[in-house]
Nanobody, 121 residues
Framework: VQLQASGGGLVQAGGSLRLSCAAS????????MGWFRQAPGKEREFVAA????????LYADSVKGRFTSSRDNAKNTVYLQMNSLKPEDTAVYYC???????????????WGQGTLVTVSS
């Protein structure tokens, strides 16, 4: 599976962005999808995960209630809607695909290149 993340940019605190992750190469609906992020000087961390059906999601406590993940299997695309953004959300955001619906990096086999989100105060 090849993954291409997009939609990052510069936004003021309190604003919104929607990230997209387009998949190609294999049957997209066979995979659970995850979002992770890595802030400058920090380790990569879990953000959200969505089941292949789109029916179930997991979120990190730090983004719960502000971020929403969804997917469109017909378009081979997963989304991360980010609202009420905070400066601490500044990071490179990565999408990932794997066979387990999980918050752990080791369960994902394929990774996108990342898209930078910068939230100014």
């Amino acid at each position: 599976v090849q993954l291409q993340a997009s939609g990052g940019g510069l936004v003021q605190a309190g604003g919104s962005l929607r990230l997209s992750c387009a998949a190609s190469g294999r049957t997209f609906s066979d995979y659970e999808m995850g979002w992770f992020r890595q802030a400058p000087g920090k380790e990569r961390e879990f953000v959200a995960a969505i089941r292949w059906s789109g029916g179930s999601t997991l979120y990190a406590d730090s983004v719960k209630g502000r971020f929403t993940s969804s997917r469109d299997n017909a378009k081979n695309t997963v989304y991360l809607q980010m609202n009420s953004l905070k400066p601490e959300d500044t990071a490179v955001y990565y999408c990932a695909a794997g066979k387990l619906w999980s918050r752990y990096e080791r369960h994902y086999d394929y990774w996108g290149q990342g898209t930078l989100v910068t939230v100014s105060s």
